[in-house]
């Protein structure tokens, strides 16, 4: 018997998570909002340090839930 899997918590992982659910690529999804991949690789991870700053970080998250048609409330 397995354990139920836990819910993401991190912003990052909303969005990798909501992305896999919808059988996107992460490649497609960086091609689509026009970002390169290394951004939307470093926004998942929760790498924020790579990211130009937390404005950037905000505005490509707000992106990534609009591309994807969910709810940024609970990643912002």
């Not at 659910?21 to 290394?38: C, D, F, Y």
């Not at 939307?40 to 707000?62: C, H, I, K, Y």
Request: aromatic share 2%.
């Amino acid at each position: 018997m397995t354990e139920p899997s836990q819910e993401p918590t991190s912003p990052g992982a909303l969005l990798r998570a909501a992305r896999e659910k919808q059988g996107l690529h992460i490649a497609a999804l960086a091609a689509s909002i026009k970002v390169p991949q290394a951004k939307l690789e470093a926004l998942e991870a929760g790498r924020f340090s790579e990211l130009p700053d937390a404005t950037f970080v905000r505005v490509l998250a707000q992106a990534v839930c609009r591309a994807l048609k969910i709810d940024p409330a609970p990643v912002l």
